[in-house]
């Protein structure tokens, strides 16, 4: 029996004027013109309630760009499906996240790329984009929508991460979610411009601990430290297959959003699928679902279970090999390579990003 999924991952559009150097989105990007309409998305999130999906987290690129957004979250709300926004924030104004309110929105997750403006919007690659999160933010605040801030750390943004603590608090936020970037899509186009060293992520995962002893229940803050650096792998989303659903901007539905770099696999679509079908019987979801998939070390390790064998992904990048153990638990052959790569690169000199762009 195949447990239903908790939560969907809505990817509304590709589009973003944001060009940030480590979003998780693929190279080759969904145009405007294959992204799913409002009646596909509206069936698709039905199907996924009848599925047992609790939560929709209404993502991108930047998911403001689809004018059918407030549809889409009155669709989750009348599905009793919990409704978080993830936005960079700059295609809204105070207006817009009124109608958001007004139409059911349970969450907003704003996502910054420092504390200050001006390395922000050139971590962002876009102007003026700071300020007006800022303006969102209050504006979040004022509609009772509870908020999250996220900021994505990396070497060129590290040292912020106190100031974010201060900004975060003094916006009103809810929680702050300090993620050091996972390679996959841009991030790892761009690994030698981003990658930290091991000092300054233990830099940063003590001042995090230092915050939440000082802050309490005033501030939830979330951490997730850089796989490079790890001793253990993350489950990835859960487990593969286990706990959510990735819907791309065209309708494919995968395991994870990086799911596409990982060669041979085929993936259904929502428009000729139904979500049940694509969960249980799609050769993707079912390529690494279990243990049954994994070789040594995996295959004996009394952990197997509960990591599901890390990042597919992952494994894939760094070994060449979707089936291996993934590089950031000690036990694989890999992990040496993989760290070593890591701190050859945070002490290379700074080089430039690539922006993220259609
Ligand atoms: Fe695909 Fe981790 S990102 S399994």
């Known amino acids: 029996m195949i447990p239903a999924p908790i939560g969907l991952l809505a990817e509304l559009t590709h589009r973003c004027p944001l060009g940030c150097p480590y979003c998780s989105n693929p190279?080759?990007?969904?145009?405007?013109?294959?992204?799913?309409?409002?009646?596909?998305?509206?069936?698709?999130?039905?199907?996924?309630?009848?599925?047992?999906?609790?939560?929709?987290?209404?993502?991108?690129?930047e998911p403001a760009a689809r004018r059918d957004l407030e549809r889409i979250v009155e669709c989750c709300a009348t599905l009793g499906l919990y409704s978080n926004l993830i936005t960079s924030g700059v295609l809204l104004d105070r207006r817009r996240v009124m109608w958001l309110a007004e139409a059911g929105l349970d969450h907003v997750q704003l996502s910054i790329q420092a504390d200050d403006a001006a390395r922000a919007d050139a971590i962002a690659g876009y102007g003026g984009g700071h300020a007006r999160k800022l303006t969102i933010a209050a504006a979040v605040v004022a509609a009772d929508l509870p908020l999250t801030l996220n900021l994505v750390l990396h070497r060129r943004n590290i040292d912020c991460l106190p100031a974010a603590i201060e900004l975060a608090l003094s916006l009103g936020a809810g929680r702050l979610e300090v993620a050091h970037a996972q390679y996959h899509g841009w991030a790892l186009a761009n690994r030698r411009?981003?990658?930290?060293?091991?000092?300054?992520?233990?830099e940063s995962a003590a001042i995090v601990k230092a915050a939440r002893g000082r802050l309490g229940a005033r501030l939830a803050i979330d951490f997730v430290p850089p796989d490079y650096y790890a001793t253990w792998p993350k489950p990835c989303m859960g487990g593969w297959g286990r706990r959510s659903i990735n819907v791309t901007p065209s309708g494919k539905a995968l395991p994870c959003h990086a799911a596409e770099s990982i060669p041979g696999l085929a993936f259904w679509n929502v428009r000729e699928r139904g979500l049940a079908d694509i969960w249980r019987n799609s050769p993707a979801f079912r390529a690494f679902r279990g243990t049954a998939w994994m070789q040594a070390p995996c295959a004996g390790c009394d952990r197997r279970a509960a990591c599901g064998g890390?990042?597919?992904?992952?494994?894939?990048?760094?070994?060449?090999?979707?089936?291996?153990?993934?590089?950031?638990?000690?036990?694989?052959?890999?992990?040496?390579e993989m760290l070593a790569m890591a701190e050859a690169e945070s002490a290379a000199e700074e080089s430039a990003f690539r922006h993220r762009r259609m």
């Open 27 to 61: 190279l080759r990007l969904d145009r405007r013109s294959d992204e799913l309409d409002t009646e596909t998305w509206t069936r698709v999130l039905t199907e996924a309630s009848e599925l047992g999906v609790r939560q929709v987290h209404l993502s991108g690129g």
């Open 193 to 202: 411009a981003l990658m930290p060293s091991r000092t300054q992520v233990a």
């Open 310 to 336: 890390g990042c597919r992904c992952q494994a894939l990048a760094i070994t060449g090999d979707a089936t291996a153990a993934d590089p950031a638990c000690h036990l694989s052959p890999s992990h040496g």
